[in-house]
């Protein structure tokens, strides 16, 4: 069974960066056709997809958070991370990471939250 | 890239169907059958409920059924039960690689 577990990260202030890291096992991060993905939902509010990093290693992110994120992904340790740079309150929320393939998001992570505040 | 639009909440007696749009534009779910549905109870992650338009994941009720018309998407719960209560989103592919959710539909069993 797939599991996926965000850390990193918790409480951060304005300017800074957020980084956090999701560790998969049960499979091999590099096994398949599948994308390892960025979500996050602030407190009562609607889920926003960040960004993935395909397979082969290209990423793609929500146009809305304007460059300030970066995917990577390490074989070595079966996992990969989220930087998110210049952050602001408007980037509290809880993170999850997840597996997407064709569109969907078939396992996630269990969520963490991340707080921006001075 | 503006949210998908669902209705806040929708509400059903047990037993009842319900219907949850989900309408988007002609840059996502008019011009891609990859629609999907996920179901989130509070404090828990997402959980996939259907996936490119009408597919259901091994272990979902069949009680939950997808499909779409043009730019809009909906879920429907059959046979509504206690259990089903819980924030739906949906979520289209929307070109270039991204994907795009909806606002989310609270559901009430009454």
């Known amino acids: 069974q797939l599991q996926l577990q965000e850390s990193g990260s918790r409480l951060l202030k304005p300017s800074q960066t957020l980084s956090l890291t999701c560790a998969v096992s049960g499979d091999s991060i590099s096994s398949g056709a599948y994308s390892w993905s960025w979500l996050r939902q602030p407190p009562g509010k609607a889920l926003e997809w960040v960004g993935y990093i395909y397979h082969s290693g290209n990423t793609f992110y929500n146009p809305s958070l304007k460059s300030r994120a970066t995917i990577s992904v390490d074989r070595s340790r079966n996992q990969f991370s989220l930087n998110l740079t210049s952050v602001t309150a408007a980037d509290t929320a809880v993170y999850y990471c997840?597996?997407?393939?064709?569109?969907?998001?078939?396992?996630w992570g269990q969520g963490t939250l991340v707080t921006v505040s001075s | 890239q503006s949210a998908l639009t669902q209705p806040a909440s929708v509400s059903g007696s047990p037993g009842q169907s319900i219907t949850i749009s989900c309408t988007g534009s002609s840059n996502d779910i008019a011009s891609y059958n990859l629609v999907s549905w996920y179901q989130q109870s509070p404090g828990k992650a997402p959980k996939l409920m259907i996936y490119e338009v009408t597919k259901r994941p091994s272990g979902v009720s069949n009680r939950f059924s997808g499909s779409k018309s043009g730019n809009t998407a909906s879920l429907t719960i059959s046979g509504l039960q206690a259990e089903d209560e819980a924030d739906y989103y949906c979520c289209s592919y929307a070109g270039s690689s991204t994907l795009i959710f909806g606002s989310g539909t609270k559901v009430t069993v009454l």
């Open positions: 997840a597996r997407e393939i064709v569109a969907h998001f078939d396992y």
